[in-house]
Nanobody, 115 residues
């Protein structure tokens, strides 16, 4: 069974930084797409960033230049470095990892940026 364990959320002031981690356990395929999504109150879940096993990344326009997604393949872990945080970044952040046709979601971690 594949499980994703998220960590790194918390409360931070505007302009501050947080680093989210999402580690997968279980039997995994070597080809993957990993990503971070977020859902704020009253809003739909939205894409924040993705990264492929080939190293390609993409970001939502709202976070481009501020957030960086990366992986540690040896640890089956995806990270989201969040800098210059804004109150609008406040949301529950969900890790997503896809191996072939199988999609796995983390439980979510709360990120709160004070106003």
């Amino acid at each position: 069974q594949v499980q994703l364990a998220e960590s790194g959320g918390g409360l931070v002031q505007p302009g501050g930084s947080l680093r989210l981690s999402c580690a997968a356990s279980g039997m995994l395929f070597s080809i993957f797409v990993m990503g971070w999504y977020r859902q704020a109150p009253g809003k739909q879940r939205e894409l924040v960033a993705t990264i492929t096993s080939g190293g390609s990344t993409n970001y939502a326009d709202s976070v481009k230049g501020r957030f960086t997604i990366s992986t540690d393949n040896a640890k089956n872990t995806v990270y989201l470095q969040m800098n210059s945080l804004k109150p609008d970044d406040t949301a529950v952040y969900y890790c997503k990892q896809q191996y072939g046709s199988k999609v796995y979601w983390g439980q979510g971690t709360q990120v709160t940026v004070s106003s």
